[in-house]
């Protein structure tokens, strides 16, 4: 489905990556897997992506780097490939470390809170790499030509139809216990020198080019047909400064391991009709070392810095700042009493579509056993009856008021129905705001707050802003 990583951050508290394509698929699976498979499990999950802001420093001074906006400098031995942890980044703020690469270099993930992202830590990640001899940011092409070059795998190459083996790790199947799909790969026609093996490409001949992922390989004096199929190709970079040639990889190629290291190939692209000369190549190796120095992070609310109040008619659009948390609750199985909601915060824990609270501490529905604690930060005592998520960084929150013409402005933007008898103050919704998914609450008379990923802040602030203009332009 995706490929990623998961990180262990307590006893029962779990950080899974995706790509971002494969976000959404892979959590509307786990939810599945919640759900529908294991309803017995006592299992929450909630989209922690935009509460986030993280970065990946790559490269043989990325420790360096590091450590020169940690508070605390990385020693090696507790860093380990694959280790994780919570560490104090420039002064105080708390942050999230992961020593691990995509790119195949020495390499961390480092994640603060979002509104720490774009303003802060970035531009401090930059100025420092700047110092360390020019390093700088880097795009997915060079990303994509490093990982070819080590032989690091994606999504492309993981499709369904390869085993372990296929991609060089049949070694860390273990031979003494089981696991999802061991029992399946041991079957006749999953390993031997027929399976086709991952091995790397680059071009020879004339056009020092290769086509994208899925041309197929044959050998070089063999038609290009069916019966004579090699193998395949999952991926092709760019340019490889390192070995001044393109690079593929997936060449997926019958008995490939056996094969390394100088034969030649005949690539054709049925689909764009193209042909290449290409040759098998082994894969390649990375460095380190080490640093010290430190600076402070510059916080942006979700509407980069704040945006004073917009009134266009008699309708007024203003950034709100919740002032303490936004905090994810979702019930354990096993808790007491959703009383507890009313006792250390003096609120219920709300119904489906409603809210309960006032305004300086308000709990808000948001689906399935799930609320939005808004305002205080949840109390201590919550943590033996609710999991709960720290959301502060993820979501915009957009007050819209003023005479009836709230109304008018929303329903050029969404399709719920926003009359006076069916949306009442204390109700809340979750729905679509133009092509954006919102949380929509009445608070006020004449009053509604508006939620949305802090990603899409600005959208929404444009879009409503649209609206309310051509509301005040009819008269």
Known sequence: MDDGTTARFGENHFVMTTTTAAAGQVMAHLEFVAQVLKPDWDVHLVSATEQWAQFAVAGPKSRDLLNAVLDDALEPEAWPFMACGEVSVAGGVKGRLFRISFSGEHAYELAVPARYGEGGLW????????????????????????????????????????????????????????????????????????????????????????????????????EAVRINDQGYVTSVGGFSPTLG?????????????????????????????????????????????????????????????????VTIGTVTLSEVLPGGAISSLSPLKGGASLEVLKQTHGMAFPAPN????????????????????????????????????????????????????????????????????????????????????????????????????????????HELTQAMTGVAARG
């Open 123 to 222: 531009r401090l990640l930059l100025s420092q790499a700047a110092a360390y001899g020019g390093g700088g940011p880097y795009g997915m092409e060079a990303l994509n030509v490093l990982r070819i070059e080590k032989g690091f795998i994606t999504h492309s190459e993981i499709h369904g139809r390869v085993t372990a083996d296929d991609i060089g790790m049949g070694r860390m199947v273990s031979a003494k216990k089981a696991c999802i799909g061991k029992a399946a790969a041991s079957r006749p026609g999953l390993s031997g020198p027929e399976r086709e093996q991952l091995v790397g490409l680059k071009p020879v001949g004339a056009v020092k080019q290769l086509t994208a992922g899925g041309a197929h390989l044959f050998n070089e004096c063999d």
């Open 245 to 309: 040639t393109m690079l593929g990889l997936g060449g997926f190629l019958k008995n490939g391991r056996a094969r390394h290291g100088g034969e030649r190939l005949r690539l054709v692209d049925h689909v764009r009709t193209s042909k290449r000369s290409a040759r098998s190549v082994t894969r390649f190796s990375s460095t380190r070392t080490e640093g010290a120095c430190v600076a402070s992070l510059v916080e942006m609310t979700p509407c980069r810095g704040g945006m004073e109040p």
């Open 354 to 461: 409603r809210a309960t609270g006032k305004a300086t501490a308000r709990a808000v529905w948001t689906g399935r056993n799930q609320a939005m604690l808004i305002g205080p930060v949840p109390d201590p005592a919550l943590a033996d009856d609710f999991a709960m998520t720290d959301q502060s960084d993820a979501w915009a929150v957009l007050r819209l008021e003023g005479g009836g013409a709230w109304r008018d402005v929303l329903a050029r933007l969404t399709p719920l129905d926003l009359r006076e008898d069916r949306f009442k103050r204390g109700h809340t919704a979750r729905s679509q705001l133009g092509h954006m998914t919102m949380s929509l609450t009445r608070t006020g008379a004449d009053v509604v707050e508006i939620m949305v990923f802090r990603s899409m802040a600005r959208t929404a602030v």
